[in-house]
């Protein structure tokens, strides 16, 4: 089999586990600060509070409502990464040219999986040859042009919303996707694993040899390799994602929105404020913009774009991928990018 | 077996709010059979990683394993078994008066509940209520929620006037991390009001809106008041099962 060689030193699945990325290392210390934390905080060590009953339900809620979704996104890259022919993305990209990346965005709902799988599914797609700025596109369009998600929207909000969240979304992934395409991979990309051979071997060393053909029996081995180490290193960073979006909702910085929101002028970023603490699943947060009767339809549309694409845990499920300056650059963007267009949504929905 | 124990931690999680019939305080109902997928995938996973002597992925190290067993921890010690968040900002979901925009009626409802008559009165939860339709006015409803007193009703030139007697529920769409307090407005019509914070089944038909700062509060006209045991399931459901 001949490795990809798309972007920077690859290495194996096995490699990358094995090596403990610095960006894994911090997040193990993260999350045993947080075991630390919970002994210390929370009953029978210390009298239950208010806010530690909103923290625990806050927390387990969370988890249980994207657990379903990450193993759905380790498992559809598992599939992505075991059966699918490795130069047939690269070709795909080369053919459509300057239209790869809109290609891409319009391409997503093949892969339609939501905010919390698709990290997953983008870094198996960038492993099997997808250029990176085309995966950004894909890891930005996917929860938003999602046909469950669109369903769900259209049935709590109405299909024109729908409609506008689903453009507003293709619209965001595809100019950062094409401004990512002026950067170098190397300067905002984290190294990415190619797959692991057949014969299990670690391909640290990117030597690119080529091998026979691997038997459905060992396509299968890889496959359930490639699924367990996705999901354990995935759910790591989910664990440390919800328990700061858990720990600001139980804070006082949780309250306070529902006023702010009902303004012309504050309703947009306050409720991209609060999608951005609450980090719902994209196919439920229509049903809860729905509850916010009070504010604008500029601001729920701001709420429904920009929450699939940035909040507090994806922030750090997408350092897994990228460099921390990127992601930053990524959440700034996304969020004027959202700011600007909302108005221009609006105007057509009115 | 080290290898395994990822999987068997998150496996024996999401097993643990299954077994103990707690999903549903959590997360909606369309939620179940994902949940059950899950536990059996990640059973799969822990048990091959168990049978297979060597594979690529290597086994975690204990910090990472104590990481992996937090929910667990938060779930048994902290979560499980704890009433709901407490009522923090109530919000007066309802028609906001003088908006520069038009409201949008609220069509995500009700899904978790088919609604069922007693004794002539339609059982309905808060969330229902707070965006009542002004077609239902005098119609017959039994509600359950928390009693909230807010003193003795006073008006205020700019606030409007403000009602005493309060029905809070946290109200979930999809999940208990989106519970949202929303009230309605009681009229006791001379009862004694009941101690702060208990939880009641009210009886009474929907009366006139009352007027709350600048938005217009569904109002229950109450014709029996029942104290009760906190319910198992504490949560209003609002989003149907999509």
């Not at chain 2, 990481?67 to 938060?74: E, F, G, Q, S, Y």
């Not at chain 2, 991390?177 to 407005?185: F, G, H, K, S, Y």
């Amino acid at each position: 089999m001949l490795l990809p060689r798309a972007v920077g030193p690859a290495l194996s699945v096995a490699g990358l586990a094995r090596r403990r990325t610095p960006t894994r290392r911090l997040h193990t210390a993260l999350a045993i600060l947080l075991v630390a934390a919970a002994i210390v905080a929370l009953p029978p060590l210390a009298p239950a509070a208010d806010w530690q009953r909103t923290f625990g339900v806050t927390f387990v809620a969370l988890l249980l409502a994207a657990l379903p979704y990450v193993l759905l996104g380790s498992l559809l890259s598992g599939v992505i990464a075991v059966l699918l022919p490795d130069a047939f993305l690269a070709r795909w990209s080369r053919r459509l040219g300057p239209f790869a990346v809109p290609g891409t965005v319009l391409l997503a709902p093949l892969f339609p999986v939501c905010e919390c799988g698709s990290v997953s599914v983008a870094r198996a797609l960038m492993r099997k040859g997808l250029p990176p700025a085309q995966a950004v596109a894909y890891l930005l369009a996917a929860p938003l042009v999602n046909p469950t998600v669109a369903l769900a929207t259209a049935t709590a909000l109405g299909a024109d919303m729908a409609v506008a969240r689903c453009i507003g979304g293709a619209v965001i992934a595809t100019g950062v996707g094409l401004a990512t395409l002026l950067i170098a991979p190397a300067r905002w990309l984290r190294p990415v694993g190619a797959d692991a051979c057949a014969d299990d071997h670690d391909h640290g060393d990117d030597h690119g040899h080529a091998h026979a053909a691997p038997s459905w029996r060992q396509r299968g081995r890889q496959l359930i390799d490639h699924v367990a180490d996705d999901f354990a290193e995935m759910s790591l960073f989910l664990l440390v994602g919800v328990a700061l979006a858990a720990a600001i909702k139980a804070s006082a910085l949780g309250d306070g929105f529902a006023d702010a929101s009902a303004g012309e002028l504050s309703g947009p970023p306050t409720l991209m404020a609060t999608a951005f603490i609450m980090s719902l699943c994209a196919e439920a947060d229509a049903f809860v913009a729905a509850s916010f009767t009070a504010a604008s339809p500029a601001a729920i549309l701001a709420f429904l774009i920009f929450g699939p694409m940035v909040d507090l845990k994806l922030l750090l499920m997408y350092r897994l991928a990228f460099r921390s300056w990127y992601v930053a650059a990524l959440a700034l963007v996304i969020a004027l990018a959202t700011l600007a267009l909302v108005p221009l949504l609006t105007r057509w929905l009115a | 077996m080290k290898r395994a124990l990822p999987f068997a931690l998150w496996a024996a999680f999401v097993g643990i709010v299954l077994l103990r019939d707690e999903a549903r305080l959590y997360v909606a109902d369309s939620f179940d059979w994902k949940l059950i997928a899950s536990v059996a995938v990640l059973a799969v996973l822990a048990l091959i990683a168990v049978l297979r002597a060597r594979g690529a992925a290597p086994a975690a190290r204990w910090p990472e394993l104590l990481a992996h067993a937090t929910p667990i921890l938060v779930l048994v010690v902290a979560a499980g078994g704890l009433p709901p968040p407490p009522p923090m900002a109530a919000s007066f979901g309802s028609t906001p008066r003088g908006a520069t925009h038009t409201p949008r009626p609220f069509t995500g409802m009700p899904g978790k509940r088919v609604p069922v008559i007693v004794d002539g009165h339609r059982r309905v939860g808060v969330a229902e209520l707070a965006w009542f339709d002004r077609d239902k006015l005098g119609d017959a409803v039994e509600v359950t929620g928390i009693y909230r007193s807010r003193g003795p009703a006073v008006t205020d030139s700019e606030l409007g006037a403000m009602p005493a007697h309060l029905l809070v529920r946290h109200v979930v769409t999809c999940c208990a991390a989106d519970a949202q307090a929303v009230t309605i407005v009681l009229d006791l019509a001379g009862r004694t009001p009941p101690p702060d914070g208990a939880w009641l089944r009210v009886r009474g038909r929907i009366a006139t809106p009352a007027a709350v700062e600048s938005w217009e509060v569904c109002q229950v006209r109450v014709d029996e008041l029942t104290a009760i045991d906190a319910p198992v399931d504490p949560y209003d459901w609002m989003a149907p099962s999509y």
